[in-house]
């Protein structure tokens, strides 16, 4: 049965009447597939396709090119779900034109639903710049990847009560330039409570911040055990897909050794009177 499309009122209508939405990265076709079948709300082709899709240890490497070639990849495969574009490093930072016009490469050339950058209330005058093109914006605040290192590496943000304010300021000056949704990251989940207590017009997600947000993001391989670098405490492994991927290649691949693969089932065969034929023109005109 096909799915109807997940749009921003239908959204707010969950928020409205309770009801958490789901969200989850993608980075692939055949994953977004998955998803669409299982009918998740939302999808975000995060930057973090730089370490868990291309082995890097950061998300800093992670160009436009890579985003947008993913995405679309992604939009193919679920073609329902909210889709999400993740603005890379130094996509957006630079100047408010230069968010603009990258915000407007996802909409245009992957058929995003919306965009997320990362950032405070410093950032609030590129999510203005980018509404106002008409591109829905979402921000990020508590662990923001791509200032990892400013930020003390990947650890909990806002555990004093002055950090803690200081993102439900920000919340509250993205909010007021046009966010339409906030991701809260690693933040505590007091925090995380009392900042969805004071949205106004705006979904508050949590990642590892919590049950009190509108709904909760996690990263689709740390469901799986498909990140072998490490697993963060706030993903649930939903199924150890990461082990069953591994014994089943060792497995291939002692077969391959051994001889037991392929056996007369993997593979075709050829009618007699073919072959004979083939014989007999090889011997006429050999190779």
């Not at 999808?43 to 160009?63: A, E, F, K, R």
């Not at 130094?90 to 950032?119: H, P, W």
């Not at 979402?138 to 004093?160: E, M, N």
């Not at 996690?218 to 405490?233: A, C, N, Q, S």
Request: overall charge negative; charged content about 20%.
């Amino acid at each position: 049965m096909t799915r109807k499309k997940v749009t921003l009122p239908v959204l707010f209508k969950k928020v409205a009447d309770g009801e958490p939405i789901s969200w989850l990265t993608c980075y692939d076709y055949p994953t977004a597939h998955f998803q669409e079948q299982a009918g998740i709300d939302m999808i975000l082709v995060g930057d973090s396709l730089g370490m868990t899709m291309l082995g890097y240890d950061s998300t800093l490497p992670v160009t436009m090119e890579d985003m947008i070639r993913h995405t679309q990849a992604v939009r193919r495969g679920s073609p329902s779900a909210f889709l999400v574009g993740d603005m890379p490093y130094m996509s957006y930072q630079a100047s408010s034109e230069t968010a603009v016009l990258n915000a407007g490469r996802f909409m245009a050339e992957a058929g995003c639903d919306a965009i997320k950058l990362e950032g405070g209330a410093e950032m609030a005058p590129r999510i203005a710049a980018i509404t106002a093109a008409g591109i829905p914006a979402f921000g990020h605040l508590g662990l923001t990847p791509q200032s990892a290192s400013a930020i003390g590496g990947f650890r909990l943000q806002g555990k004093s009560a002055l950090q803690a304010k200081k993102i439900m300021d920000d919340a509250k000056a993205l909010q007021e330039a046009g966010a339409v949704a906030i991701l809260l990251e690693l933040v505590p989940d007091r925090v995380c409570k009392l900042v969805t207590a004071e949205a106004e017009g705006c979904i508050i997600m949590s990642l590892g911040s919590g049950p009190d947000a509108h709904g909760q993001l996690l990263i689709y391989h740390d469901l799986f055990g498909l990140y072998p670098k490490f697993k963060p405490r706030m993903a649930k492994v939903y199924g150890n897909a990461g082990e069953i991927i591994e014994n089943g290649l060792k497995q291939y691949h002692a077969e391959v050794k051994d001889g037991t693969f392929p056996a007369k089932e993997h593979y075709f065969g050829m009618k007699n009177a073919a072959y004979d034929e083939l014989v007999n023109l090889t011997e006429e005109t050999p190779f």
